[in-house]
């Protein structure tokens, strides 16, 4: 053809400008992944800003994302994305500590949207439509449901797992306040030796913290994710003592109606911790890989 010639140099032109577009856009991928919180490697825990409520979000050392509690509405589904990797929509264990609406209602949102491959709940028969709700979905998208009790282990990867505190096997839980139900759950990371706990509350009150003390369920810990938004029915001083927390978490919303945090609660946290709220920062990530 009497034009070949002039094609060629042309087609050169164009596969280089191919390859000069794919390398540009191969380095403004990497560079948007890095500027994203979800590029963050190695394990971390992140308190959602989901408003008033808990959701809580941990990558684990093996890079499994783990939800407990889901926040009211569906505030989770704009964070989740903040901390998952990109395009990443599988969380491989959910835990609902109980199925009050500023828990359960993000994690039914999530369940919706995302594959879940395990949740992790009490005993706790679904007696409310969004509790039933997400028992459906459960059968629906045959996620494996974990019902747990006291002295649960659950291992999450080489250096991470959960140990289930609360409630136990025989803990009347249809007679107790939908509070009391809530799963008390310690995460604890371990790398080189050390161990960095966090202790997970849903939003027990002082019954709970009271049978945890008897029961010598607590030990010293790291992180507290504190009780019931800082309500002044959990966080006791019994509590604190026995698991005298460095840093104190609380998950609350702005100008919530109900006055949390307590000032008297945060006055009593104090003596023994930072106090880091998300109505005050937003998200809340904590690296818990430990330098060496
Ligand atoms: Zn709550």
């Known amino acids: 053809m009497s034009n070949g010639a002039r094609n060629y140099p042309m087609r050169m032109s164009k596969f280089s400008k191919l390859l000069f577009t794919i390398a540009v856009g191969a380095l403004v991928c990497w560079w948007y992944q890095q500027q994203q919180p979800g590029a963050q490697s190695g394990a971390f825990i992140a308190f959602l800003d989901v408003g008033q409520g808990d959701a809580i979000y941990i990558r684990t050392s093996s890079g499994a994302d783990v939800l407990i509690d889901g926040g009211p509405g569906r505030a989770v589904l704009e964070r989740l994305p903040e901390v998952m990797a990109p395009g990443d929509t599988t969380i491989e264990l959910m835990l609902l500590t109980h199925p009050d609406a500023d828990h359960i209602t993000g994690l039914v949102e999530t369940a919706k949207r995302y594959t879940v491959k395990q949740i992790v709940t009490t005993a706790l028969p679904a007696t409310k439509p969004l509790h039933e ?160």
């Open 133 to 292: 709700e997400l028992w459906q979905l459960i059968e629906t998208q045959q996620i494996e449901h974990l019902v747990v009790a006291a002295g649960d282990h659950i291992t999450l990867g080489p250096q991470d797992y959960v140990d289930i505190l609360y409630p136990a096997a025989d803990d009347p839980l249809a007679t107790l306040e939908t509070n009391d139900t809530s799963i008390i759950a310690e995460y604890h990371y371990q790398q080189a030796g050390d161990d960095l706990a966090v202790l997970l509350t849903g939003d027990a009150g002082a019954y709970v913290e009271e049978q945890l003390v008897s029961r010598q369920l607590l030990q010293d810990i790291d992180i507290l994710k504190v009780g019931h938004h800082g309500s002044k029915t959990s966080s006791s001083q019994a509590l604190l003592d026995a698991v005298q927390p460095e840093l104190c978490v609380l998950s609350v919303g702005q100008d919530n109606q109900y006055g949390h945090p307590k000032p008297e609660i945060l006055e009593r946290l104090q003596p023994y911790c930072e106090i880091r709220r998300t109505d005050q920062e937003g998200n809340i990530i904590i690296n818990l890989e430990i330098d060496e």
